[in-house]
């Protein structure tokens, strides 16, 4: 678990810029599947960690503290989590910090910005809850005093003055007692005069305020939401800004275009103003685009081991961050991963271990999902009617004309353009590779700062040996696997939905993707294994029972060719172990091969 604070410290250290997004809870199960959506999206712009608000009187704790959970368990993302005094009785506070120090070996949440809150909605006058606290500053007492050096505390700081100040001397003095009763970072309100920022920042310096400063930064979207926030805030706008945006204000694209490059020069001003600034905090308002825009403007790019420092996504909570290798099977299904593992006592680190140990939880407790809710995903599907509509619905997946399957939620992963064609083509066999998100490439050594394949630590190179994951149609088993038995290199594993199982190779792990760093040992992180293997079976047999469960009804037709198919279909993978041969057809071949023994047409799938 990590400390922000010693996150910013240390990217100072390393004299690199930082950045960080907040977002706060949607009020619709709608609107938080976007918000997910979205989060990971923008993960890939590489923050060093993400907050959440605490909605106005405590109004959406319980989501605010999910919400943590979640990013640390499921998304990779340190988080800094929203506290206020309003309707906080001293009780509930203490049940909101202590679930964070209960749940912290599931969550790993250590960071905490204690703030007094607005009033709740509705209600014009801030006031005190009976048995709770007046002022941030017993909030961060109270922490202190109850859970030590535990939590990161953050605070609020206003560079325009506090609206119930007496004088700037003494709001710098007020704050410096937080300081004192124990705040360990400062994010600031927003704002748009970077004079104001710098004098307010260089007051704190003077008074002897040494802790991290976090500019927070809201960038300008449209005239009407800037407009609207700046008069609720009563945010001061310098006169330059203004007459840049009035007379384009009923164009949005250009609204966006000139408040970016505004406010990158105001964080520039910032940054180069030798405060010890070195990045920023963005206020997304759940909004991705003026963001991007910013930190594109500003040239702030994330190094590959920022945004992928392993193949898969990380989760950091207490017992998993130390965790390095899984099994290549889930690796578009983190969730799922998760939860059926969640009870081991210990995770693999450096090397795949014996994987009969630990058991693989029942995929029926799962309650698994398609990623989409019934009426898009047979919007996005369609209603195929044969094997040959199936295939080419996987084919235009693989060409990526087709946004996911039931078995991906997402796009397929760059790397796998280099052999998307050869996907495609064998899926138009009669060959589905439904977790074709799995498939990968071989990669002899590529720089681990390769934006398609690299991960990990910079100046590394990575590995993969190439590997296929399919559904093969009941009558070409035999002869594939006799093919792929006389091919050298190659080693597979076949199952069915009945558990019927067979394999060339002896059981144990098989690295699949390695990487060498300097200063640090070999790290495999994706393996296939043969038990991993099996019990990956039936959640993949059953997420395509789930798809043909959506026409059971309607369409009857389509309903039993798809579980026809996810009945009777062998799941197989394959690995091409000769990650050396530069041949990127090599382990298609036995495919092409059997096609042309046996007929097969592109035309209808066989």
């Not at 810029?17 to 809870?25: D, K, Q, R, V, Y």
């Not at 992928?308 to 989760?315: D, N, V």
């Not at 052999?419 to 060959?431: S, T």
Request: one cysteine or more.
């Amino acid at each position: 678990m990590v400390k922000i604070s010693d996150k910013i410290k240390k990217a100072e250290r390393e004299g690199r810029p930082w950045w960080s997004f907040e977002f706060f809870p949607p009020k619709t199960p709608e609107g938080w599947v976007n918000l997910y959506d979205r989060i990971e999206r923008m993960q890939q712009l590489g923050p060093i960690f993400v907050d959440i608000t605490w909605g106005a009187g405590g109004s959406t704790s319980e989501a605010t503290t999910n919400f943590v959970k979640t990013a640390h368990s499921e998304l990779g993302l340190e988080t800094c989590m929203h506290l206020t005094c309003t309707n906080m009785p001293v009780e509930m506070v203490d049940k909101a910090l202590k679930a964070s120090l209960a749940e912290a070996y599931d969550s790993g949440c250590r960071n905490i910005l204690a703030l007094r809150g607005d009033p709740p909605r509705g209600v014009e006058e801030w006031k005190p809850t009976e048995g709770g606290f007046n002022h941030a500053i017993d909030l961060v007492r109270h922490i202190r005093k109850n859970y030590g050096d535990y939590f990161c505390i953050g605070v609020a700081g206003f560079p325009e003055g506090h609206p119930q100040s007496e004088s700037p001397e003494a709001e710098i003095r007020h704050f410096k007692k937080k300081v004192d009763a124990g705040a360990d970072i400062v994010f600031t309100q927003m704002f748009y005069d970077a004079e104001v920022f710098i004098d307010w920042g260089r007051r704190l310096r003077a008074a002897g305020i040494t802790i991290p400063i976090v500019p927070g930064i809201m960038p300008i979207q449209t005239f009407a939401a800037f407009k609207r926030r700046t008069d609720f805030a009563g945010t001061i706008v310098p006169k330059e800004l203004w007459d840049l945006l009035e007379p384009i204000k009923d164009d949005d694209a250009k609204v966006r275009e000139v408040g970016t490059k505004y406010v990158a020069d105001m964080c520039r001003k910032i940054l180069n103003a030798e405060l010890g600034i070195h990045g920023i905090h963005c206020y997304t308002m759940n909004l991705s685009r003026g963001t991007e825009m910013l930190l594109e403007e500003m040239h702030f790019v994330p190094t590959a081991d920022r945004v992928k420092p392993l193949p898969w996504r990380l989760s950091l909570t207490q017992k998993r961050r130390a965790e390095t290798t899984r099994p290549i099977f889930w690796s578009n299904r983190q969730k799922s991963y998760i939860t059926r593992t969640r009870d081991w006592d210990e995770f693999p680190n450096g090397r795949w271990g014996d994987a009969s140990s630990p058991a693989f939880g029942d995929v029926d407790a799962l309650l698994l999902a398609l990623p989409h809710k019934p009426q898009d995903a047979i919007k996005i599907w369609g209603t195929p009617h044969s094997l040959g509509d199936i295939a080419a619905l996987f084919a235009r997946f693989c060409r990526g004309d087709l946004k996911s399957l039931p078995w991906s939620d997402q796009p397929a992963a760059k790397e796998t353009t280099r052999i998307a064609e050869q996907l495609a083509r064998i899926n138009e066999l009669g060959f589905l590779t439904a977790s074709h998100i799995n498939s990968q490439p071989r990669v002899d050594g590529a720089p681990s700062e390769d934006p398609a394949v690299g991960w990990g630590p910079i100046h590394g190179y990575v590995y993969q040996k190439a590997y296929l994951e399919f559904f093969c149609p009941p009558e070409l088993v035999e002869p594939l696997l006799e093919l792929l038995g006389d091919t050298p290199s190659v080693t597979y594993h076949a199952v069915n939905k009945q558990g019927d199982f067979r394999s060339n190779t002896a059981p144990g792990p098989n690295a699949v993707t390695w990487g060498v760093f300097p200063g640090a040992e070999v790290i495999q992180p994706t393996v296939v294994d043969s038990t991993a293997f099996q019990a990956w079976k039936d959640e993949a047999y059953e997420l395509g029972s789930q798809w043909a469960q959506l026409y059971k009804g309607s369409e009857p037709e389509t309903y039993e060719v798809i579980e026809r198919i996810f009945s009777e279909f062998h799941l197989v993978n394959i690995v091409f172990n000769d990650y050396r041969n530069r041949d990127e057809d090599a382990i298609f071949k036995p495919f092409f091969e059997l096609a042309h023994q046996k007929g097969l047409s592109i035309a209808n799938g066989h």
